[in-house]
């Protein structure tokens, strides 16, 4: 009876554990078509994330820069320049000459059911690290919030924000 | 110890199934890419609107457009505000442009006739045919094609003459009888132009002018302008004919006259006019021979209403008659067109209200076309190039057309549809969309409109002006422009323009400026030309046509608002979108009176046989009150049987039930010209209509009110400093039977408030005050407001609250705004059969009303957009029992999708039955999904949707002042109904604001809301619609 209830619990743990692996509310990291390693560029170099995310300020949706972005420092004008002698810049040389884009993989995704416009949060003054995590250190990009509604309503009660379905979901 | 075993195996089982679901959910999840832009367009921000400027090429009216893109997609059509054609409103047609762009069955590329199939060809091969085609025919080839007034006509005609291929211009809409009054009269061949604006008082015979005739929506626009109560003064309309159409509906006066016989009114009512202005014009010898009493008998029109409506033409203000329109083409038809110029020169409009449009290029007439079928039968043409015109399914004959296209060696057609003409061609060189395309466009004197591209083409297709430009240069053809594309030529065209206008500075900016704005105006647009119109010809029929055939009703053929000519018959929008007559939807019902189907024994949805000399059809009955007892209608622009999967089979051709009869006056195709027989199968057939309700069975859901009445109601003084508080609940004595107080809301005791306050102030103030939520009667008073438990979340009491305001008395029941709402917020086709069986989604639907009297004649219609009433109190908030459904602070009912469990509870609670159901997932084929707007999600199968007042909207607008650190402008927001009707009956706004529009619209006297008694404080305020005093109107 008692070894029952207990096998019974150990399946229900088991169950749970399968899902969280899989179903997982943050993932591992994500290999790229060509590593870009955020710790290189926005770390050591300092570049500002809205250099290439330029869209974050002013649209709900921050962007991926246009291979036009990557080629500006990498090859202006067709010519490599910084860090050409890198395997991945050389790479990005290949898909830029052949005139293809990068079909990056996609790190961060609300669903489709929730809105949120990048643009109100930028101005708010939010960090992008706040949501995103310390991309400035991350060789390889990855989800380090869950970016479930709990976690969003979190926030949003803190900073006093507004908690209304309709202001998201529509 | 076996019974341990068991539970070992069971655990480990479980541990495998469970490992595996984790396996599984690991694979299914498929990386999604991120495809970024090579090189990132300049004006391309992702995740924001880019709006182009174009001209709307639906139909022959050519509005001014502008055209919202994302991420190089268009997603939504809107008028554009520059144009004086369009005003900024759209039609359904215009509206339903995008699914035109996006049409799955649209021809991919370039293909040649292989036996039964079709083969692809490159376009420099398709061109390569075309030219090789062109030089064997020597000469004797014809291009058929409509006309296209600005660059295209011009490029054609050139082309033609260099390539030595005559050119014939056809529109199965083009008013030839008009056309023919004013040759005969001014010398022209030239269509009038109107200034509705001006006109107070309208007569129109047959002419459907807010539906199809000439420019509809800027008619439309300008005759609410003028008509609507405004100020103490309400215009009338009077509407002559046989059978009602949309237009009709709005006339405060119904002439029914009998079928052939509308040019004895107008003959009539010009000889009443001028007796009274003493003006009679070159028409005196004509009128003179008029005895209005005997024209009017004939026609069956009561000859004092005839003598009242021409006294009010001379002194009800200013005036205008229009007329014929294709509904009233039958064989006097030029002599209606004539009567009708004698009728506004008599009251002196010519120059004020109407005059004549400059000489236009030549076109060719019905009788025209049949002349080159016959020429094409006798195997005298070689060679037929197709661009627009539908010669198998636009003309009567249709066998002796397709003989004629059998016998022509080699056709050519540049339809992107593979329609009927075009499925019988040789050689298919798909046009791009006007969407995808450069472009202009002349539609009046004195407008050149622009036409851009606002997307890469969908499809391999090509502009059919570079083809000719191509064919000619291969052909060896000098034409008289170098331009090597149809782009240089259209910019080599607007040199002149510049040239013209006279604006200084380089071409090269103006050009840019102008495609921003999307067209010049030039000083010759609307310029009245008085000019004298000649003596009427002495050959005009002027007795009663008579119509041929021995079935017992008169048969009346009508244009469709919806598909125009038949041209937008595979757009699914406008297939679901219901008659805003019939309220039918994806077919052809045969219009009959409910007392001569009572006759026969008909009720909605039996299928009878409808048979004239020319053809037999089946087809379903609706029972049209306003239509004369001895007539029977059909409408145009179904029953194709190629086009498209949307348009294939659906409904009948009534062109088919008519003989190729000709006017020998203007050429045009006699449309009224049988009798026809109704013979009942005796099977009857559930139908898609979106309501088959008639009236409003006396239950006060909308109201009208006369002049008077709502002079007296404006004048009532408005208190800004109303006290708020809640409406008192209506006394149980005064309830009638099940709950519904029917009392009129407007007397002083009911309401509660003293005579000097307007009743419509204090529910203003109610919604003001409280946020709009639950005005309830609470027994602690108005201090309490809020009550407990209405107010969530953590917000301050400066929420705006939004709502709107209906103003009856300027919806003119289009639909427009239905197409508009359709489009913008991804709401799925559901297809004929679930129309039947009432599962349509239209956030927003007209409710048409007739207004019947005692014998169930018409006096009257009345339009009520119906949509989500965004209720303080709503109903359907408390029954949901998992807060799908609940109450905004911003004063909208929300429905939130994602926690929709489809109890449909919601829908069953409310009174106004704007809840909508999704029974199944609908899909969107490719490229029909390209439209989805992204803002918005898409629904699936079991989820209520509804009106939300188009919070993506309000939501960019509310982002666009936060960025700008701003508040929130009044008429910022416009959801898609309000910004689309042509009317301008929809405002939206913050009612909170006392300086809003909407506050200060529905603080009108003319305000009501629908089934307030209900006590659901709803957010949606109506006006009242004034009715004619001598119309039988009284402030309901």
């Given at each position: 009876m008692g070894r029952g209830i207990l096998i019974a619990l150990g399946v229900v743990v088991i169950v749970m554990l399968g899902i969280v692996i899989a179903g997982g509310t943050t993932r591992g990291p994500v290999e790229q078509p060509i590593p870009f390693p955020h710790d290189v560029h926005?770390?050591?170099?300092?570049?500002?994330?809205?250099?290439?995310?330029?869209?974050a300020e002013r649209s709900i949706s921050a962007g991926i820069p246009s291979m036009e972005v990557c080629a500006?420092?990498?090859?202006?004008g067709g010519v490599p320049?910084?860090?050409?002698?890198s395997p991945a810049v050389r790479v990005l040389t290949a898909y830029w000459n052949a005139g293809e884009q990068i079909p990056w993989v996609r790190v961060h995704k609300l669903p489709d059911h929730a809105r949120f416009p990048h643009m109100l949060h930028v101005v708010a003054g939010l960090?992008?690290?706040?949501?995103?995590?310390p991309v400035e250190t991350m060789a390889v990009m990855e989800q380090v919030?869950?970016?479930n509604m709990g976690w969003c309503i979190q926030c949003h009660r803190e900073s006093d924000a507004r908690t209304d379905c309709f202001v998201c979901h529509y | 110890m076996s019974s341990n075993g068991m539970e070992r195996r069971n655990f480990l089982k479980v541990l495998g199934v469970a490992g595996a679901g984790a396996a599984m959910a690991g694979c299914a999840r498929e990386p999604e890419r991120l495809i970024p832009y090579l090189v990132q367009p300049e004006e391309v921000v992702p995740g924001t609107s880019t709006w182009y400027r174009t001209t709307c090429r639906?139909?022959?009216?050519?509005c001014g457009m502008t055209v919202r893109t994302r991420e190089g997609r268009a997603v939504k059509a809107e008028g554009n505000?520059?144009?004086?054609?369009?005003s900024g409103r759209l039609c359904a047609r215009g509206q339903a442009s995008l699914h035109g762009l996006y049409?799955?069955?649209?021809?991919p590329q370039a293909l040649a006739r292989e036996g039964e199939s079709w083969a692809r060809l490159s376009w420099d091969q398709a061109e390569q045919q075309l030219a090789d085609a062109l030089g064997r025919a020597g000469g004797n080839a014809v291009l058929l094609s409509r006309p296209e007034p600005g660059s295209m006509d011009r490029l054609v005609d050139d082309w033609c003459q260099a390539m030595g291929v005559r050119r014939v211009v056809f529109d199965p809409f083009d008013h030839e009888p008009i056309r023919a009054a004013y040759r005969a009269l001014?010398?022209?061949d030239t269509l009038p132009v109107h200034d509705?604006?001006?006109?107070?008082f309208v007569v129109s015979f047959g002419a459907d002018f807010m539906e199809t005739w000439l420019s509809p929506v800027q008619y439309a626009h300008d005759f609410v302008q003028a008509q609507a109560y405004a100020g103490g003064r309400h215009g009338r309309f009077v509407s002559v004919t046989p059978h009602q159409s949309l237009t009709d509906l709005n006339?405060?006066?119904?002439?029914?006259?009998?079928?052939?016989t509308e040019h004895l009114v107008a003959l009539a009512l010009a000889r009443l006019v001028a007796d009274r202005t003493g003006h009679a014009g070159a028409a005196a010898a004509l009128l003179e021979e008029v005895d209005p009493g005997a024209y009017t008998g004939a026609a069956g029109v009561s000859q004092d209403q005839a003598v009242l409506v021409a006294e009010e033409f001379v002194n009800g203000g200013r005036s205008l008659a229009v007329g014929p329109g294709v509904a009233s083409s039958h064989a006097a038809a030029v002599t209606l067109a004539v009567a009708v110029v004698a009728l506004n020169e008599a009251a002196g409009n010519v120059g004020r209200t109407v005059w004549p449009g400059p000489a236009g290029p030549e076109r060719t007439t019905h009788a025209g076309l049949a002349t080159l079928i016959e020429e094409m039968r006798a195997g005298q043409v070689p060679a037929l190039l197709v661009r627009g015109p539908n010669p198998l399914y636009d003309l009567p004959s249709a066998d002796a057309a397709r003989e004629a296209l059998d016998a022509v060696p080699f056709i050519a057609s540049f339809s992107p549809w593979l329609d009927e003409t075009s499925a019988r061609a040789h050689l298919l060189l798909p046009d791009h969309h006007f969407l995808e395309a450069w472009g202009d466009y002349?539609?009046?004197?004195?407008v050149h409109s622009l036409v851009q591209p606002v997307?890469?083409?969908?499809?391999?297709t090509k502009h059919t002006g570079d083809v000719l430009l191509s064919a000619a240069r291969r052909g060896g053809a000098a034409l008289p422009t170098q331009a090597a594309t149809y782009y240089d030529y259209l910019r080599e065209q607007w040199r002149d323009v510049h040239g013209r206008v006279g604006?200084?500075?380089q071409f090269d900016e103006w050009w840019v400026t102008t495609l921003q704005k999307g067209l010049v105006v030039t000083?010759?647009?609307?310029?009245?030309e008085a000019l004298a119109a000649a003596a009427?010809?002495?050959?005009l029929p002027l007795e009663p046509q008579a119509l041929a055939g021995d079935g017992e009703l008169h048969l009346v053929v009508y244009p469709s608002y919806r598909f125009y000519d038949g041209r937008?018959?595979?757009r699914p929008w406008l297939q679901e979108l219901?008659?805003?007559?019939?309220?039918?939807?994806?077919g052809t019902v045969v219009e009959i009176n409910p007392r001569t189907a009572d006759e026969l024994g008909l009720d909605n949805g039996h299928l009878v046989e409808v048979s004239t000399p020319g053809g037999t059809v089946e087809v379903p009955v609706w029972r049209h009150?306003?239509?004369?007892?001895d007539t029977i209608a059909i409408q145009l622009?179904?029953?194709?049987?190629?086009?498209g999967r949307y348009a294939?089979?659906?409904?009948?051709?009534?062109?088919?039930?008519?003989?190729?009869i000709y006017d020998p006056?203007?050429?045009?195709?006699?449309?009224?010209q049988t009798m026809a027989s109704v013979v009942p199968t005796g099977r009857w057939e559930r139908q898609p209509f979106s309501s088959e309700q008639?009236?409003?069975?006396?239950?006060?859901i909308f109201r009208t009110t006369t002049v008077a009445a709502a002079v007296e109601a404006d004048r009532r003084p408005v208190l800004p400093s109303a006290p708020a508080a809640p409406?008192?609940?209506?006394?149980p004595e005064e309830r009638e039977p099940g709950g519904?107080?029917?009392?009129?809301?407007?007397?002083p005791a009911e309401s509660g408030?003293?005579?000097?306050?307007?009743?419509n102030e204090a529910v203003v103030h109610q919604l003001q005050e409280t946020g709009g939520f639950a005005p309830v009667a609470v027994p602690?008073?108005?201090?309490?407001?809020?009550?407990?438990?209405?107010h969530y979340g953590?917000?301050?009491?400066?929420?705006p609250r939004w709502a709107m305001t209906i103003d009856m008395e300027r919806c003119?029941?289009?639909?427009a705004c239905l197409t508009a709402c359709q489009a913008e917020n991804n709401i799925g086709m559901v297809g004929p059969e679930l129309v039947s069986q009432g599962r349509l989604i239209q956030w927003l639907r007209i409710e048409r009303y007739f207004d019947l009297?005692?014998?169930?004649?018409?006096?009257g219609t009345t339009f009520l957009p119906m949509l989500?009433?965004?209720?303080?109190?709503?109903?359907c908030e408390p029954v949901c029992p998992v807060y799908a459904s609940y109450h905004t602070p911003d004063g909208l009912n929300a429905q939130v999708y994602n926690r929709c469990?489809?109890?449909?509870y919601c829908s069953n609670n409310?009174?106004?039955?704007?809840r909508y159901f999704n029974y199944f997932s609908y899909d969107w084929p490719e490229p029909l999904n390209?439209?989805?707007?992204?803002d918005v999600s898409v629904r699936e199968r079991g989820i209520m949707e509804k009106c939300t007042f188009c919070v993506q909207r309000i939501r960019d607008a509310e982002h666009q002042a936060r960025l700008q650190g701003r508040p929130v402008r009044d008429g910022e927001i416009l959801p898609a109904c309000a910004q689309t009707c042509p009317g301008n009956a929809i405002v939206f706004g913050n009612?909170?604001?006392?300086?809003s529009r909407v506050a200060q619209v529905s603080s009108s006297g003319r305000s009501f809301r629908v089934l307030e008694d209900l006590n659901t404080a709803p957010g949606v305020i109506y006006l009242k619609k004034v009715v004619d005093d001598r119309a039988g109107g009284a402030d309901l």
């Open positions: 926005a770390g050591t170099h300092q570049i500002p994330c809205l250099y290439c995310h330029s869209s500006g420092c990498h090859l202006p320049l910084v860090a050409a002698d960090e992008c690290q706040e949501c995103h995590g919030e869950s970016l | 639906e139909c022959p009216a050519g505000p520059e144009s004086p054609i369009s049409d799955p069955d649209r021809i001014y010398g022209r509705f604006s001006r006109a107070e006339a405060d006066t119904w002439l029914a006259a009998r079928p052939g002349d539609p009046v004197p004195g997307m890469t083409p969908v499809f391999q604006s200084p500075g000083g010759d647009y609307q310029q009245p009427p010809p002495q050959d937008l018959a595979n219901p008659d805003p007559v019939s309220k039918h939807t994806w009150p306003g239509i004369r007892e622009g179904q029953g194709h049987e190629g086009m294939r089979d659906k409904g009948i051709n009534a062109i088919r039930l008519l003989d190729p006056h203007s050429g045009g195709l006699v449309r009224v008639l009236t409003q069975q006396g239950r006060n409406r008192p609940d209506p006394d519904l107080h029917m009392g009129p809301p407007d007397a408030y003293g005579v000097h306050v307007h009743p602690s008073g108005p201090a309490d407001y809020p009550p407990p438990g209405t953590e917000y301050t009491e400066d929420q003119i029941g289009c639909s009297d005692g014998d169930g004649e018409p006096e989500c009433q965004h209720c303080g109190n709503a109903p469990v489809g109890t449909r409310c009174p106004y039955k704007v390209w439209q989805l707007n992204p009612i909170k604001d006392p300086n």
